[in-house]
């Protein structure tokens, strides 16, 4: 029902496929790459989502909202499917089964921006960036992260020399390696540890729920 309506596209580094408070156009499905949704604060931009090859951009569509507060930027470069807004309507409207699989998806989306609040809330900012390297190397299939210090002091939401100190941390711990313009990870088990409960609950929760789509 889908398939006439997608469209392959290139997804550019910080390209905003959503614009705040814009009209939705398209619905984008990452097949490789990663898109953030970021909230605007006072205290500048700051990461309340992350989508990957397991979900989609555009969750507002689903939910009969046309625009949406937070942006929507490419934060690792690489390929989707879109599909206009418009057409994911009609097709959700024709097809129960597939509205049911999108709501699921968007109820497990709402969970992982709840548990961002509480990391970003509870924890040490080597914790939040432990639980961030681990939710980014779920989604992308290669050695080398492409994360850089400013890009991550954006995504959560602290100042550059915070990040920087704890990329040493993690580095100085043999959890990470870092490298100008990217990440790799050493120690995945030394990293969910040191996530603690930050990690873990919105990413069982995903495959609960999608498991029953």
Same mark, same amino acid.
């Given at each position: ?61 689903? +939910? #009969? ?8 930027? &490419? !934060? ?6 879109? %599909?206009? =807004? ?69 995504? +959560? #939401? ?8 704890? &990329? !040493? ?6 959890? %990470?390696? =870092? ?35």
């Amino acid at each position: 029902m889908l398939q006439p309506h997608l469209e392959p596209v290139s997804l550019g580094l910080r390209q905003w496929v959503i614009e705040t408070q814009q009209p939705i156009q398209h619905v984008y499905f990452p097949e490789h790459g990663i898109v953030s949704v970021l909230a605007d604060t006072s205290q500048g931009r700051i990461e309340v989502g992350l989508i990957g090859p397991e979900g989609m951009a555009g969750v507002p569509v689903v +939910l #009969g909202i046309d625009h949406s507060p937070h942006g929507y930027m &490419v !934060q690792a470069e690489g390929e989707a499917l879109r %599909i206009p =807004a418009q057409d994911l309507r009609t097709a959700l409207r024709h097809s129960p089964s597939l509205n049911s699989a999108f709501l699921r998806y968007a109820h497990a989306l709402m969970v992982q921006t709840a548990e961002t609040a509480y990391a970003n809330a509870g924890f040490t900012i080597e914790a939040r960036l432990a639980r961030w390297i681990l939710m980014t190397d779920d989604r992308l299939a290669r050695e080398d992260l492409p994360l850089t210090h400013d890009f991550l002091s954006i995504m +959560l #939401g602290v100042r550059r020399p915070g990040v920087t100190i704890a &990329v !040493q941390n993690l580095e100085s711990n043999r959890l %990470i390696r =870092a490298k100008r313009g990217g990440i790799t990870v050493l120690d995945r088990t030394g990293l969910v540890e040191l996530a603690e409960s930050a990690y873990g609950v919105s990413e069982a929760e995903y495959a609960s729920v999608m498991a029953e789509a």
